[in-house]
C-alpha cells in the first residue's frame, strides 16, 4: 500500500539525515526515471486530462493509501480556501534546508506567515518587476537566441539560463556557474514538491543543492556589506531589514532559498511544459506567432497563460488534512477526511471542469482570468507570477522570433525530463543570411619596428598588404 511521507517519513529521514560531507557528489541525473515502467508511466500521464476527466465522472475522490486526489472543480476551490483544515506540509522540510526558520509556503496562516510575507512583498514587490525585470529578461533572451544556431535546445539554452540570470542580475545573487544554480534549485524544488514517497536520492541532492545555495546567498550578503553603496535589489533590501533587526540570517536564508527555488525549477518546468503545448497545438501557435506579429505583450501573455493551461507545472498542489473535514457537504460524492490524509486538490482537473469553466477543451485566450489556477488558489497563490510571466513572456518572444522555428526532427524534438522537470527540446529554424558562418582566418603579426620610422611610414606599409590580405607576404 502506497504511503505518502507526510509525515511519519520526512521525521524518520530527518532524523538519521547525515551531514553534507557525507553525501555522494552532486548530480541531477540521478533524478533521471529509469525503466519501461517510468516510460510507458510517462506516456500515460505526459497529458492526464483524459483521465481526470473519467475522475470527475465516476470517481471525484480518488483514495488510496493515506492519499485522497480531489478531482471535482467546487471541491478543489473549497479545499484551497480552507487552510485551517488543509495544511500546506512543505514546512518541516523548507525549516530544515534553511536551518530553522520557515517559508511562508510551510506556513499556514497566522500572525509569523503574514509577517514574512510582508518582508518578502516589501523586498520583491511586483509593482516593480515590468520595470525591474523585464530590461533583464529581455535583454538575455535576445542575447542567448542570437547566438542560438538550429538545433538549439531551447530548455537547456534558454529556459534554464534566463531565470538564473534573473537571479544574478535582479535578487542580487552572486553566481559562478548558471547551470549548476539552476540545477541546486532544481534539487530542493524536488524535495519539497515532486517527492511524495520520500525518495533517498531526491534527499540527498536536495541537502547538497541546499547548502551550495546557502553559500551563494552568504556569499552574496558579504558582497552586499563590501560595497556598502546603495543597493536597491531585493537581497540588500532583506540585509536592510535583518540590520533593523526585522529578519533573522535563517530568515533571510529561507526566503531566498524560497524564492530561489519558487523561481528558477517552476520557470523552467511552466516555460518548458507551455513550449511543449506551443508546438505541438496549432491553435496555440496561431495565437503565440500572431501576438508578436503584433507585438502585443498582453496577447502574447493570455496566449501563454491559456497554453499553461493545458500543460500546469502540476496535477494540483499538496495539502493534508490537519483534523476530520468533511468535503463536498450535501452532494452525493459527500466524504469525511480524516485527519492525517494527504489531499491532492487537483487544480488541472479544476481548470477542465466544464461546471466552472466554459468550453474548458477549447484553446481561449479571452478567458477570465478566475478560470487559471496555474498559479494556485486561496491564500498561498503565487507571488512570483509577475517575475514568472515576464521571464517566460520574454524567452518565448525571443524564441519564436526566429524565423520558422520548429521542434528539430526525431527524439531531440521531444521533451526529456530529469525527474519532473523539463531538461531539453531541441529546436530548429531558418538562419537569417547575415548569421551565416563563412570560413574565415586571422592572423596577428608582430614584428619588431625600429624608432626612427613614422608611423605613417608603417600604416603605409601594413596598408600595401591588402584587405583582404590574399597576396604573399614576403
Ligand atoms: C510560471 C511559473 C510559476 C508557477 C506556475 C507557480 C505556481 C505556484 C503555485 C501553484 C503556488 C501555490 C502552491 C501551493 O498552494 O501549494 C505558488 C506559490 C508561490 N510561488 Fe510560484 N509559481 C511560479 C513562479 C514563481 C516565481 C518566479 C516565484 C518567485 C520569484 C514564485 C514564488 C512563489 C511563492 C513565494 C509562493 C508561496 C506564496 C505563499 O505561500 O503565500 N513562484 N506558485
Not at 534527499?203 to 558582497?223: C, F, H, M, P
Not at 518548458?272 to 506567432?289: E, H, M, P, W
Not at 495539502?319 to 492525517?340: F, H, P, S
Request: with cysteine.
Amino acid at each position: 500500500m502506497i504511503k505518502l511521507k507526510y509525515f511519519a517519513a520526512v521525521r524518520a529521514a530527518q532524523k538519521s539525515q547525515r551531514p553534507v560531507a557525507e553525501m555522494p557528489p552532486f548530480d541531477i541525473d540521478r533524478l533521471r526515471a529509469k525503466g519501461l515502467a517510468s516510460r510507458i508511466a510517462g506516456f500515460l500521464f505526459n497529458d492526464p486530462r483524459w483521465l481526470l476527466a473519467l475522475l470527475r465522472r465516476f470517481w471525484p475522490n480518488l483514495a488510496f493509501g493515506n492519499f485522497l486526489l480531489v478531482t471535482k472543480g467546487v471541491d478543489v476551490r473549497d479545499i484551497l480556501e480552507r487552510g485551517d483544515e488543509f495544511e500546506t506540509p512543505y514546512g518541516p522540510e523548507m525549516a530544515e534546508l534553511a536551518r530553522g526558520s520557515n517559508f511562508i509556503l510551510g506556513m499556514q496562516d497566522g500572525a509569523a506567515y503574514r509577517q514574512m510575507k510582508s518582508a518578502v512583498l516589501s523586498a520583491f514587490p511586483p509593482a516593480e518587476v515590468e520595470a525591474a525585470v523585464r530590461p533583464i529578461a529581455e535583454r538575455h533572451s535576445r542575447d542567448v537566441m542570437t547566438r542560438a544556431s538550429p538545433g538549439f535546445d531551447a530548455i537547456g539554452g534558454l529556459m534554464k539560463i534566463v531565470p538564473v540570470r534573473i537571479c544574478r542580475d535582479y535578487f542580487g545573487l552572486e553566481i559562478d556557474d548558471e547551470t549548476e544554480f539552476a540545477d541546486w534549485s532544481i534539487a530542493l524544488s524536488a524535495l519539497f514538491f515532486s517527492d511524495p514517497t520520500a525518495s533517498p536520492t531526491t534527499r540527498q541532492l536536495a541537502i547538497v543543492g541546499g547548502d551550495r545555495l546557502i553559500k551563494v546567498i552568504d556569499r552574496s550578503i558579504a558582497a552586499i556589506r563590501e560595497r556598502g553603496g546603495k543597493d536597491e535589489r531585493p537581497l540588500a533590501r532583506l540585509v536592510a531589514l535583518m540590520d533593523q533587526g526585522r529578519l533573522s540570517q535563517p530568515d533571510i536564508h529561507s526566503i531566498m532559498l524560497g524564492m530561489i527555488a519558487g523561481f528558477v525549477p517552476t520557470n523552467v518546468l511552466a516555460g518548458g511544459n507551455c513550449l511543449d503545448v506551443i508546438l505541438s497545438r496549432s491553435d496555440a501557435r496561431q495565437a503565440v506567432d500572431a501576438a508578436i506579429a503584433a507585438g502585443d505583450t498582453g496577447k502574447l501573455d493570455r496566449a501563454i497563460l491559456e497554453a499553461m493551461r493545458f500543460k500546469p507545472i502540476w496535477v494540483g498542489p499538496w495539502r493534508y488534512t490537519a483534523r476530520d473535514a468533511v468535503i463536498g457537504q450535501g452532494t452525493r460524492r459527500e466524504r469525511l477526511v480524516k485527519a492525517g490524509t494527504v489531499v491532492m486538490p487537483a487544480t488541472l482537473s479544476a481548470m477542465f471542469d466544464p461546471e466552472i469553466v466554459q468550453r474548458p477543451n477549447e484553446f481561449d485566450t479571452s478567458r477570465p482570468y478566475r478560470d487559471y489556477m496555474v498559479f494556485g488558489h486561496g491564500i498561498h497563490l503565487c507571488i512570483g507570477a509577475e517575475i514568472a510571466r515576464i521571464q517566460i513572456g520574454e524567452c518565448v518572444r525571443a524564441l519564436f522570433s526566429k524565423p520558422k522555428l520548429r521542434r528539430a526532427r526525431g527524439r531531440a524534438g521531444k521533451m526529456v525530463n530529469v525527474g519532473a522537470y523539463p531538461a531539453s527540446l531541441k529546436v530548429d529554424f531558418e538562419r537569417s543570411p547575415l548569421c551565416r558562418t563563412v570560413d574565415q582566418s586571422m592572423v596577428t603579426v608582430v614584428c619588431p619596428i625600429r624608432r626612427a620610422v613614422p608611423l605613417d611610414a608603417v600604416r603605409d606599409k601594413v596598408g600595401a598588404l591588402g584587405n583582404p590580405a590574399i597576396d604573399e607576404v614576403g
